[in-house]
């Protein structure tokens, strides 16, 4: 089983930054792929970003393409996301989630086999 949990939400204005990290715990050996996805109130979870497991590919929402980097160390078996210039739009609760499978990261959240609890984010305009 892997355990992952996420740190780094809060409240920040329009324009600031954000680091969120993803701490994996458990048979992090059997993760590969990492993604994060929000989901805001009264709407479905939607993809934001995923990056492979060596870190050479990672793909983004065209929403947050230029705003938002996605990162990993696996010495320290942590992914990160760091949100910049951040809009009322982005306030939602975002979750990191690892697959288990080997392969390219995926935008689709049924790819994904193990999830956080969410750490939230407010962004006040």
């Known amino acids: 089983q892997v355990h992952l949990v996420e740190s780094g939400g809060g409240l920040v204005q329009a324009g600031g930054s954000l680091r969120l990290s993803c701490a994996a715990s458990?048979?992090?050996?059997?993760?590969?792929?990492m993604g994060w996805f929000r989901q805001a109130p009264g709407k479905e979870r939607e993809f934001v970003a995923a990056?492979?497991?060596?870190?050479?590919?990672?793909d983004y929402a065209g929403s947050v393409k230029g705003r938002f980097t996605i990162s990993r160390d696996n010495a320290k078996n942590t992914g990160y996301l760091r949100m910049s210039d951040l809009k009322a739009e982005d306030t939602a609760v975002y979750y990191c989630?690892?697959?288990?499978?080997?392969?390219?990261?995926?935008?689709?959240?049924?790819?994904?086999?193990?999830w956080g609890q969410g750490t939230q984010v407010t962004v006040s305009s």
């Open positions: 989630a690892a697959d288990s499978q080997f392969g390219p990261p995926s935008i689709d959240e049924a790819e994904y086999d193990y």
């Open positions: 458990g048979r992090t050996a059997n993760t590969s792929a």
């Open positions: 990056i492979s497991w060596s870190g050479g590919i990672s």
